[in-house]
Structure formats: C-alpha cells, structure tokens
C-alpha cells in the first residue's frame, strides 16, 4: 500500500512529516534515518531519492513562537524550491 501511494506520484521529492507517531509510523516503512525538528534526512525509495524533513507542529500547543515556525517552514519551502514570499 504505501508503496504503491509513492509510485503513483512521480514528481514527489520529499516527505513531510510533524508527529513522532507518524515519524516512527513512516520509518516502519523506509529506510531512512530521523531528522532533528526543521531539518531533512534523504533516503532512496523505488529506485527514487527523497527528503525526510520533521517539522514543528502548527499546533499552538507547540510551545514554539509561530513567527518561527514559519520561518523553519519557509526554509523548508526554499531548499525544495517553491517560491516563498520573504
């Protein structure tokens, strides 16, 4: 199953994930290694490469300012390549 979501979408580069049970869930199913909060991993899948990159949650009960929660997600953002407003 989860295989067969990432074969079915070709343009996919990298994996974003905010939740340690959802981080160890998707580390079950590839080889990859677990990046620190705001940071990536790469890992090869079919045959593809990718980025693992952990987030902060967008929670507020994520006791981080949300000014710099956006500016982890916008650097995430630029090192992918979307155009990001600064």
Do not use: N, W
Not at 37 to 42: L, R, T
Not at 64 to 85: C, D, H, R, S, T
């Amino acid at each position: 199953m989860q295989k067969k979501v990432l074969s079915e979408i070709p343009q996919c580069r990298a994996v974003v994930i905010t939740g340690q049970k959802a981080m160890d869930t998707f580390l079950s199913i590839v080889p990859a290694h677990e990046p620190a909060v705001g940071g990536f991993s790469e890992f090869t899948f079919l045959e593809r490469p990718f980025r693992l990159y952990r987030m902060p949650s967008s929670s507020r009960a994520y006791p981080k300012p949300l000014e710099e929660k956006a500016a982890i997600y916008g650097k995430m953002f630029k090192e992918l390549g979307f155009p990001v407003i600064d």
